[in-house]
Nanobody, 122 residues
């Protein structure tokens, strides 16, 4: 399984970038997919999850600003972000597991991770 993120970069405050995560060789009927982020000197923070039934969960800090979605036909995970502020600056990672069920917002609940894409809000 390979997860490859894209869509990061330098964003102005208030911006609305969309991150993508292309998943290859990931073909499971039950799964969780997620976005995490890590700012310098901080732990991984769960941003959002989605399962094979398209049930979504978000970190408390998201406050309606982000939307996670999954295009199963393209096997691509998305994170549409809006109203970004400098505190959203971080490396954003895509993650997945093939267990499905309740999708936790914890890094160790997943067994596949991408290399990350940097989002800098300035």
């Amino acid at each position: 399984v390979q997860l490859v993120e894209s869509g990061g970069g330098l964003v102005q405050p208030g911006g609305s970038p969309r991150l993508s995560c292309a998943a290859s060789e990931f073909a499971y009927s039950r799964y969780c997919m997620a976005w995490f982020r890590q700012a310098p000197g901080k732990e991984h923070e769960g941003v959002a999850t989605i399962d094979n039934n398209r049930v979504t969960r978000y970190g408390d800090f998201v406050k309606g600003r982000f939307t996670i979605s999954h295009d199963a036909a393209k096997n691509t995970l998305y994170l549409q972000m809006s109203n970004l502020n400098p505190e959203d600056t971080a490396m954003y990672y895509c993650a997945a597991n093939h267990r499905g069920g309740y999708c936790f917002l914890t890094w160790n609940s997943y067994n596949f991770w991408g290399q990350g894409t940097q989002v800098t809000v300035s």
